[in-house]
């Protein structure tokens, strides 16, 4: 039997799942590859993977995608690894660089700079622009470095009162039940087993891992983080039917 493709994030926020896939016997059934995020979302478009932890944002771009678990990375309040890191206070930016990297933290900062802080940016390639959207590791220590820096996970909560899923596990067509329920039980591991992988992680001067992966990230996708998924969509939807 041809084993199942799984893409997910290489940021240290996931961890704590390839830990859990690690430590099970799920390794025999499935490919895993560690993809940053706007290549893992390209793989499920393109067929190349079956499973990813999917930014929300290419959701719509997956058709007939179906979400398989109850865990995700979000965060409820501020997540330290997604800003918008500025020259100038927000409301006097005028152009933003996007991150290569990223599929819903670039559409979030779009939504944001229009619906919340009301600013009309125009978004350019140049390494000059006033601000820059920047996520996972590269962002850690950085907000006490620069002169402005936007959590986007705690904007969108004081914009909707809502906490935030960037990343879901979904897949691109059926998958056996009983796979599915392993599947899980493995990420499970993975989070219950968070405190064992911070004693093998090495020390991060720039940040506490242990806030970081134990609170700032919040693995549960609850009924609140798909209320706030829909909501994103709705205005992500909007974007595109201005910008196309
Ligand atoms: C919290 C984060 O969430 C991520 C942001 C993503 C995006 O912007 O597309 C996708 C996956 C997540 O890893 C982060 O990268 O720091």
């Not at 830990?19 to 706007?38: C, K, N, Q, R, W």
């Not at 819903?104 to 229009?114: D, E, M, P, Q």
């Not at 006033?130 to 590791?137: K, L, Q």
Request: proline share 5%; net charge negative; with cysteine.
């Amino acid at each position: 039997m041809s084993r199942i493709r799984v893409s997910a994030v290489s940021y240290t926020n996931t961890k704590p799942f390839v830990y859990g896939l690690e430590h099970s016997g799920i390794m025999d059934e499935i490919d895993l590859t560690l993809d940053i995020p706007s290549d893992c979302a390209r793989k499920l478009i393109d067929n190349k993977a079956d499973i990813g932890l999917v930014p929300v944002a290419a959701l719509l771009n997956i058709p007939g995608y179906k979400i398989l678990s109850d865990f995700c990375i979000g965060a409820n309040g501020a997540v330290n690894s997604v800003f918008i890191f500025s020259t100038k206070p927000i409301g006097e930016v005028k152009t933003v660089r996007l991150d290569l990297q990223s599929r819903t933290s670039n559409a979030l900062a779009r939504i944001l700079l229009r619906e919340f802080w009301k600013v009309d940016v125009v978004f350019s390639d140049s390494p000059d622009t006033d601000a820059y959207v920047e996520i996972g590791d590269r962002t850690f220590g950085k907000a006490e470095k620069v002169p402005f820096a936007y959590d986007l996970a705690e904007a969108w909560k004081s914009f909707t009162g809502l906490p935030f899923a960037f990343a879901v596990w979904a897949s691109n067509r059926e998958l056996e039940p009983s796979f599915i329920t392993r599947f899980n039980e493995a990420l499970s591991y993975g989070l219950e087993h968070r405190p064992e992988l911070l004693k093998a992680l090495p020390p991060n001067p720039d940040i506490d891992l242990e806030d970081y992966l134990l609170h700032k990230i919040d693995y549960a996708l609850t009924a609140d983080k798909k209320e706030a998924i829909d909501l994103f969509l709705s205005y992500l939807k909007q974007i595109y039917a201005i910008s196309t």
